[in-house]
């Protein structure tokens, strides 16, 4: 029995475990696991490559629309809030999402000051995310290189 | 702990195959996510479906050829028989693009699925007075175009189940051959 795959397997499986206890995944995130295959073993990481280039140019866009104190434009804050919620929910980045709720809230209101706290905050938190999951992907090539397949993770 | 499995091939199937290539459900895909559209375009790979992703409802309605300014080449092959639409889309909405359709005449009677991250009853109403064949919530499951693709294909499948029969008479009048024995066997 290969220990060296079985170590790294066990690895990866608290890891990823960990990410949905800390509240950074949820089950979106299993379905998009389930939804890759053997012949499409890049599914996973391609969408997330996505959203985190879409979280770039969204973050970048609302800042600049939230810059002028007496010339904001929520109306493309709202927009941007509205796209970056519904893929962070594709995604299942529950943290990022949570975040937009509240930033709808902040944007519904004409808060600007709210609206740059929770800027600032899904900044934070997708690039959280993002370290994260290359981690996790790091390790799944590590598995794979030692000859293993990677875990299917049942998270409960 | 959890189990170790080997990575298995997706392939959630029709059922036995009836159909050959000619008769995967093509379905057009429309949404200006591009997350969104790699998401269900896989959803739909998935279910076996043959797959147009657009990033717009103007490029939905030039690849129909219902636009006349563009008209897309090759419309031989274009035969949509569903199209999913997500609702909230800068320029021309779902909700548009669902009208546009159903004005059509050419158009018509290809099934309309609005999806939306928003739970609105009205926006939901609308839609399904509109024709809209149903309305999904974002994030789709797999098991939403599963029973989507299941319900059309029973529809196709009518139009259908004469030919095979009349193909199947002749393939077993060849009865004799050997190939044909092995054929059953393996059944």
Do not use: W
């Not at chain 1, 206890?21 to 939804?35: V, Y």
């Amino acid at each position: 029995m290969n220990t060296v795959v079985a170590q790294l397997q066990r690895q990866f499986q608290d890891y990823i475990v960990s990410l949905y206890q800390q509240g950074f995944l949820d089950n979106q995130f299993t379905e998009l696991r389930n939804l890759q295959d053997e012949g499409t073993p890049d599914f996973v990481s391609e969408v997330v490559s996505l959203f985190f280039d879409d979280c770039a140019k969204l973050i970048n866009n609302m800042s600049r629309s939230l810059e002028q104190p007496e010339n904001v434009d929520f109306k493309q804050v709202d927009s941007g809030v509205h796209q970056l919620k519904g893929s962070s929910s594709s995604v299942g980045a529950r943290r990022v999402k949570n975040v937009c709720i509240s930033f709808k809230e902040c944007c519904d209101v004409h808060n600007r000051e709210g609206c740059l706290r929770c800027l600032q905050q899904v900044d934070y938190e997708y690039k959280m995310l993002k370290t994260k999951l290359e981690d996790l992907f790091k390790l799944e090539q590590r598995i794979l290189q030692a000859g293993g397949t990677i875990p299917q993770v049942d998270i409960k | 702990m959890a189990e170790v499995l080997l990575p298995r091939k997706m392939e959630i199937a029709n059922g036995p195959s009836k159909f050959g290539s000619a008769h995967l459900l093509h379905v057009l895909a429309v949404d200006d996510s591009h997350v969104d559209r790699k998401f269900i375009e896989r959803l739909l790979r998935v279910s076996s479906c043959k797959v147009t992703v657009v990033d717009s409802a103007t490029r939905a309605l030039q690849y129909l050829g219902l636009d006349v300014e563009k008209k897309s080449v090759g419309l031989e092959d274009l035969k949509v028989n569903l199209i999913m639409t997500d609702y909230s889309m800068p320029g021309m909405t779902g909700y548009e693009l669902l009208k546009k359709i159903k004005e059509s005449s050419a158009f018509r009677d290809i099934p309309v699925v609005v999806m939306s991250s928003e739970n609105i009853l009205p926006r939901i109403d609308r839609c399904l007075e509109e024709g809209a064949e149903d309305f999904l919530l974002k994030p789709v499951k797999l098991s939403d175009v599963t029973r989507l693709r299941d319900s059309l294909m029973k529809v196709a499948d009518l139009s259908f189940t004469k030919k095979r029969e009349l193909e199947t008479e002749h393939a077993y009048s060849l009865d004799s051959s050997p190939r044909s024995q092995l054929k059953r066997a393996k059944i």
